[in-house]
């Protein structure tokens, strides 16, 4: 076991003898030693093979039950319903198979973050080695531009700055040092002697002895929860899962009532088998699963429209009843850009306007727009010594605006800019900005004289100061009223920096710590990564949605707090809960408060994981965003996670659910509210759906229950399993796809979320499957008895007629299917309140299901291909099956008249 010390906390000192190591390394033996005991710097996973996937997917009850309808129905040379069922669970298979491969990816994409190899010393030496064989106490060497192969205390570092936005969320490099910070339960975005395995150093050179390598890095923690975490069952499935055991135990108690009813009636156990058989194959919802499926392909498609790409088909309706959106803050609520905001100069205060890298924006001074060029020296200076000050470079790429060096120095180009500032750069001397100066100092050529220009922390350079520019002219320095100035700034979140000059003689080449005294000072720049200007709107909209947006942030408690304020995140709340007060509370703590915070700022991986899980144990349905590498293991938990398409590391992608492509959460609003689009065409496609079965159950039940009292229902029943398994299938499937093109109806965004408990079958649902499966029901029977009576005389049974007999009924069962159509678009509103050709697809259908069942009807037997045992009928048996059909439009309307009227309304 590795020591779980925190390693920040302990001087360079205490950790070197804790890890039996020394600045000049291990020796090569004590490196062996420690490799068999603490194993290789690597991540290990254990994956399913594709065979074993494969077989899972048959783990469903409804496939069981297919797989024993199509082994019986193969028994008994049934060889066309057995294939038929065979491929609809081969396809749900596939799908099933395909979509869990895309997800066993995740974790290996965290293999691509280890480094190959690295340069330690050995025996005293330098040597370059497999980063798999770091052990603790080996010494690591890194320059910019490496990435770090291991978790490492730093006991050396000159100009150090690290990337670790994949690990910790944050969006600027971070300044490393080696000195020990005695504080407890740090975030790894605060361990500043540390470095972390999976990051980059974007800056300077650094020496740092290994403290955790494999499963024992933070990104090895990520690791483990990612494995340990399993991933949660959409709301769909659930209720999918609810209602396939309903409908099985449904079946199975019918079949079995059925064939015992036979038996007493008299019938012989072959026949009361056979018609139970077929009672089954009627009550089996075939083409449900491909139904859903294409419905939620559907919904995927339209999704992707509007920059949500859906990686798990049942996350598209997931989002619907979303109730809690957890958020990044940095790209996703807020453009990732540095703004400036605001500037303080010449003892004017001026606002700037614009955001992110666009160099376009008015200067505003006391609610008036300003030209800077006229009359405001003081302003034009700042602005000026901000851009020469600098080493960012402002890129056009088609229009879009980007920076190539440091942010922070990219928003003091581009506030320049907006004033027409673009001067030559050239410079004659630099002092590079360093942690423990504060500051940055170029040198320029001027006409007479040349300048000095010095950027830094406001409390730096007004130390170097000695007066400063105001309205043109220099007077003495005012420090208080600067720094309470700075200190205004900074209580609005904004990252202050404070700029000042001074002119040398023109033989004057160099800059050095001795020349920066006695300078004038010229104002302060405050910048901010502002919000997304319509994430205000969409957090708006969420609001009345019923969705309670809350912001987890790795960025300073103040920030995240203002950023929240003024995108409307947490209104009338005043906590901010940091991840070192998370570090101290534990799961019960934090389970009663994760109800009343929305901001959590300075968070570690663990925190985000913990966050979400308690948030769903108060019976939320959670959409989480992410896009490092620390964000994967709660993305994984979630019940929809987001990774950010543009931002987002391999590893978040992999284990989100959704892809955001323009990382932009006004994005996942409009998805949720295509979510509950989903959703409500789902529950019309099984309202749609299930009625045939019911009725077609009614049909074969009934005529089991009448044959001792009619003998037509004796020597056939009304409809053979080949014909039901054609309804099931095709007609329910060609007639139920027109629904899902039904237009998005009007206040989806105005509804409260539906609660994740909430059954798909409720009283409402099984009433209006009812009557729709009795009036199906009672067509067939009355068109059967109607026309099969005559085939069955003392003298014996004319097949033709009765095959006609049956053929009548199998089609009265599709007219009555059809004419539930035009009612079926909506399950409340009335098909008179809209137009039948606002969506074709309606007709189309119809048209189509029609025209199949007539060349089943009249052209298949013309040519003797006969699969559904059918016969031409004659024209005007055609008018009774019509007239017994329409019926069900008028039935359903009315029950929808009378449900707004005296019930609730659902959709």
């Not at 994949?166 to 740090?186: F, H, M, Y």
């Not at 294409?294 to 979303?322: D, Q, S, Y």
């Not at 004033?419 to 320029?444: N, V």
């Amino acid at each position: 076991m590795q020591k779980q010390e925190k390693w920040y906390q302990l001087s360079t000192e205490h950790v070197f003898d804790a890890l039996e190591s020394s600045t000049t390394g291990l020796s090569t033996n004590e490196a062996k030693a420690k490799l068999e005991t603490y194993g290789y710097n690597e991540l290990k996973f254990k994956k399913r093979s594709p065979l074993i996937r494969f077989i899972m997917q048959f783990n469903n009850p409804l496939v069981y039950v297919l797989l024993v309808a199509a082994l019986v129905t193969a028994f008994l040379d049934m060889w066309m319903d057995a294939t038929v069922i065979l491929a609809v669970v081969l396809a749900n298979t596939v799908i099933g198979f395909i979509q869990e491969g895309k997800a066993e990816a995740s974790a290996e994409a965290l293999k691509s973050m280890m480094t190959p190899e690295c340069t330690v010393l050995r025996d005293g030496e330098r040597r370059v080695i497999a980063a798999r064989e770091l052990v603790p106490g080996d010494v690591v060497l890194l320059e910019e531009g490496d990435r770090v192969p291991a978790d490492l205390r730093l006991f050396y570092a000159k100009n150090v700055s690290a990337d670790e936005a994949a690990l910790t969320g944050e969006s600027v490099p971070v300044r490393k040092n080696a000195d020990p910070i005695p504080k407890p339960d740090l975030a790894p975005a605060d361990q500043r002697c540390m470095a972390f395995s999976g990051t980059f150093i974007t800056r300077g050179s650094t020496k740092g002895v290994v403290v955790g390598t494999g499963e024992h890095t933070e990104i090895g923690r990520i690791a483990v929860l990612m494995k340990e975490t399993r991933k949660i069952t959409t709301p769909l499935m659930r209720k999918m899962g609810e209602f396939t055991r309903f409908i099985i135990i449904a079946i199975l108690v019918i079949a079995v009532l059925n064939f015992i009813m036979a038996v007493l009636f008299g019938f012989t156990p072959t026949y009361a088998f056979l018609a139970s058989v077929s009672l089954a194959v009627a009550a089996i919802p075939e083409g449900l699963p491909a139904i859903l499926t294409i419905t939620l392909a559907f919904g995927v498609t339209k999704m992707a429209e509007r920059n949500a790409l859906i990686k798990r088909l049942p996350a598209a309706e997931t989002l619907g009843c979303t109730t809690v959106i957890c958020s990044d803050k940095t790209g996703t609520l807020t453009k990732n850009q540095m703004t400036v905001a605001w500037i303080h100069s010449g003892g004017g205060d001026y606002n700037v306007s614009g955001v992110g890298y666009n160099p376009v924006g008015e200067f505003i001074l006391a609610d008036k727009t300003i030209n800077p060029a006229q009359g405001r020296k003081g302003l034009i200076e700042t602005l000026k010594a901000g851009y020469m000050c600098n080493n960012a470079t402002l890129v056009e790429d088609t229009g879009q605006y980007g920076i190539v060096g440091d942010p922070t120095e990219g928003a003091l180009v581009v506030s320049a800019r907006k004033a027409g500032i673009s001067t030559d750069r050239s410079k004659l001397d630099e002092i590079p900005f360093a942690a423990e100066q504060q500051y940055m100092a170029t040198m320029h050529k001027g006409e007479s004289e040349n300048v000095i220009y010095v950027k830094g922390s406001p409390e730096r350079i007004l130390m170097m100061c000695q007066n400063q520019l105001c309205d043109g002219s220099v007077v003495p320095l005012r420090t208080d009223e600067l720094e309470n100035k700075v200190n205004e700034m900074a209580g609005d979140a904004l990252r202050v920096l404070g700029i000042a000059y001074k002119r040398v003689a023109k033989d004057k080449k160099s800059v050095g710590p001795e020349d920066l005294n006695g300078l004038t000072f010229l104002g302060l720049q405050g910048m901010i990564d502002p919000p997304r200007a319509e994430v205000i709107e969409a957090v708006q909209k969420c609001k009345h949605a019923g969705i309670r947006v809350v912001m987890i942030t790795g960025d300073h408690a103040q920030t995240a707090k203002a950023i929240a304020q003024r995108i409307g995140i947490g209104e009338g709340e005043d906590t901010v809960l940091t991840g070192e007060e998370l570090s101290r509370m534990s799961d019960e703590q934090l389970y009663e408060v994760v109800d009343t915070v929305s901001v959590y700022a300075r968070v570690a991986p663990e925190h985000k994981f913990r966050i979400t899980k308690q948030i769903q144990k108060r019976g939320d349905v959670t959409a989480v965003t992410g896009d490092g590498v620390n964000d994967a293991p709660a993305l994984k938990a979630a019940d929809i996670g987001i990774a950010m398409g543009i931002t987002g590391t391999e590893v978040s992608k992999e284990a989100a659910d959704m892809i955001l492509t323009d990382d932009n959460f006004a994005s996942i609003v409009s998805a949720v509210e295509e979510g509950r689009h989903v959703f409500e065409n789902i529950r019309k496609v099984i309202l749609y759906t299930l009625p045939t079965n019911g009725g077609q159950t009614l049909l074969i039940l009934g005529a089991i229950m009448l044959a001792p009292f009619i003998t037509l229902f004796g020597v056939r029943l009304p409809v053979e399993p080949v014909q039901i398994l054609w309804i099931n299938l095709i007609d329910a499937v060609a007639l139920a796809l027109p629904i899902i093109r039904e237009p998005k109806e009007k206040g989806l965004l105005e509804r409260a979320p539906r609660d994740p408990k909430e059954r798909i079958t409720d009283s409402p649902f099984f009433k209006k499957v009812g009557i729709v499966s009795l009036a199906m029901a009672i067509a067939g029977f009355v068109i059967y008895y109607y026309y099969g009576m005559p085939a069955c005389t003392d003298s014996g049974v004319n097949e033709l007629l009765l095959t006609q007999a049956q053929t009548a009924t199998f089609t009265t069962v599709m007219l009555v299917h059809i004419c539930y159509l035009f009612t079926a678009r909506s399950i409340t509103k009335s098909a008179f309140t809209f137009s039948p050709f606002s969506n074709k697809w309606v007709l189309i259908g119809a048209a189509v299901a029609i025209g199949l069942q007539l060349a089943i009807i009249y052209a298949l037997p013309a040519i003797g291909v006969n699969p559904f045992r059918t016969a031409p009928l004659p024209a005007e048996w055609w008018i009774p099956m019509i007239l017994v059909s329409v019926p069900i439009f008028f039935i359903i309307e009315l029950e929808k008249f009378l449900t707004r009227r005296f019930g609730k309304e659902d959709v």
